[in-house]
C-alpha cells in the first residue's frame, strides 16, 4: 500500500490536487479532517482541539486503508498529515503537544507532495493566514529536510502540479507491481 501525503500551507491547492489525483488513479483519498472539525465544533479552538484533529486524521486514514484494501487499491492520498497538525500548533500556540510531536515522528507515508503557495488565495472562514504563506511554506520544508522525508514540491498552474505529483506517484506505483 502506497500513502502519499499531501501537505503544505492553506490555500496552496492541497485539496484540488489530492481530488484530481484520485480521479485519475480511481484511488482512496482522505478528506483533511481539521476541516471537518471545525466545521462541526466551530472556527474557535483550543490547543487541545489540535490533538483530537490530529486523532481524527489518523482514523480517517485508518478507514481509508480499510476501503483500499477492500477495493484492491495500492494507493491512498491523504489531504493533509500530522506534520501540518503540528506546525499549525506551533505558529498559533507557539508550541506543540508532545502527542504532535511524536506523531509527526512516528507516522510515515511513502512520500509527501509539498505543495508552494503560488497560486491565489482561496478565502475561506476556516483559513488564517493569507500574507504569510510563503515563510509557512518555508517551515514545512524545513522540517520535511530536517525529519529526512521524500518529497517534491508542487508548483505552477493546475496541471502542471498534476503532471508533477504523477511523474513522482508512477515510479512508485510501479515498485510495488503497479501501473
Known sequence: MIKIAVTGPESSGKTTL???LAHHYGCVYTQEYARVY???YGPDYMEEDLVRIASGQLMVEAE???LATDKGTPLILCDTDMLTVRIWSEEKFGR???LLKKLTRRVRYQHW???RPDIPWAPDPLRENPHDR?????????ALRRMGRPYTIIEGGHEQRVVTARAVILPLLRKEGVG
Not at 510563503?134 to 524545513?142: A, P
Open 18 to 20: 489530492v481530488e484530481a
Open 38 to 40: 471545525l466545521e462541526e
Open 64 to 66: 481509508a486503508q480499510e
Open 96 to 98: 506543540a503537544a508532545d
Open 113 to 115: 507532495l509539498l505543495c
Open 134 to 142: 510563503d515563510r509557512l511554506f518555508t517551515v514545512y520544508e524545513r
